[in-house]
């Protein structure tokens, strides 16, 4: 799963469409944050919200 992430985002990074600051180590760390984060209870009412945040984080778009 990490070296597919990986590549998906070396892909997507000579695509122009990934931040080109991140590697394959940032990604897994932060998807993987993410979902312990979303599976809080005191998180759950923003979890769409972080999701959403994260995907702009990753396209580079703030």
């Known amino acids: 799963m990490h070296s597919a992430g990986a590549g998906l985002l070396i892909r997507a ?9 991140m ?17 809080q209870p ?3 009412p923003r979890a ?4 959403g945040r994260q995907g702009r984080g990753v396209a580079g778009a703030f």
């Open 13 to 21: 990074q000579s695509e122009g469409t990934a931040r080109p600051d």
């Open 23 to 39: 590697n394959g180590d940032d990604l897994f760390r932060s998807i993987t944050a993410l979902g312990w984060a979303v599976d």
């Open 42 to 44: 005191s998180f759950a």
């Open 48 to 51: 769409d919200h972080l999701e």
